[in-house]
């Protein structure tokens, strides 16, 4: 159990809909980050929040957005959906930047089927 | 821009016998370089992570990986693989963005490992 949390594990949704994925990160970790993993494209950084603040930003389409709230959860909004949208998308969570915590711990995931 | 090139998409290999999972980096300054694995509906969970010093390191579940600048490689391996070792296994490297805390990794694709009993 590596402490990162992912609420749902499965979500199935419509073509057009909007979504909310939900991720708790380690207790005192600061900086969480959002992946997307589909057959096609692989493992891709969506976005990363530090301490409630956006602060690194991948190849996240302007229909996702995601914040980081006060208590440190975040939560992914992936809206209009499209049936590409499909993949399982990763929440992992750090003490900070590099050179002061040394590895990321990854949630379980959200498998997001979109029909 | 970085970028994680691992060759192979699926290896199979006969339990007891030896393992080396190939990572090549593309990046400008000293990389940080990292190895998951992700078994079946899992997440990833890391093996061993290089930042600076001995270019071999030491990780989990028997692993370990070794660091050569020249070749730009962040090989992974293991002397004798068990069947739980059957998983997909990811290459990366992390480089710290702009502000305070920015940090992000880049994944390669991944190499499926299949182990025959």
């Known amino acids: 159990d590596s402490g990162v949390t992912q609420t749902p594990k499965h979500l199935i949704t419509a073509t057009g809909q909007r979504v909310t994925l939900r991720c708790s990160p380690r207790?005192?970790?600061?900086?969480v980050y959002w992946y997307q993993q589909s057959l096609d494209q692989g493992l891709q950084f969506l976005i990363q929040y530090y301490n409630g603040e956006e602060r690194a930003k991948g190849n996240i389409l302007e229909r996702f957005s995601a914040q980081q709230f006060p208590d440190l959860h975040s939560e992914l909004n992936l809206s209009s959906l499209e049936l590409g949208d499909s993949a399982l998308y990763f929440c992992?969570?750090?003490?900070?930047?590099?050179?002061?915590?040394?590895?990321?711990?990854f949630g379980q995931g959200t498998r997001l089927t979109v029909v | 821009a970085q970028s994680v090139t691992q060759p192979d998409i699926h290896i199979t290999v006969s339990e007891g016998a030896s393992l080396e999972l190939r990572c090549n980096y593309s990046y400008g300054a000293t990389p940080y370089l990292f190895w998951y694995v992700q078994s079946p509906g899992q997440g990833l969970q890391l093996l061993l992570k290089?930042?600076?010093?001995?270019?071999l390191v030491q990780g989990i579940k028997g692993f370990e990986a070794e660091f050569k600048r020249s070749q730009s490689s962040f090989n992974l391996r293991k002397p004798s693989v068990h069947w739980s070792d059957a998983a997909e296994y990811f290459c990366?490297?992390?480089?710290?963005?702009?502000?305070?805390?920015?940090?992000?990794?880049?994944f390669g694709k991944g190499t499926k490992l299949s182990v025959i009993p």
């Open positions: 990366a490297v992390g480089r710290r963005a702009s502000g305070a805390g920015s940090y992000q990794l880049t």
């Open positions: 992992a969570s750090s003490g900070g930047g590099l050179g002061v915590s040394t590895e990321a711990f």
């Open positions: 207790s005192g970790d600061l900086s």
């Open positions: 290089y930042f600076s010093g001995d270019t």
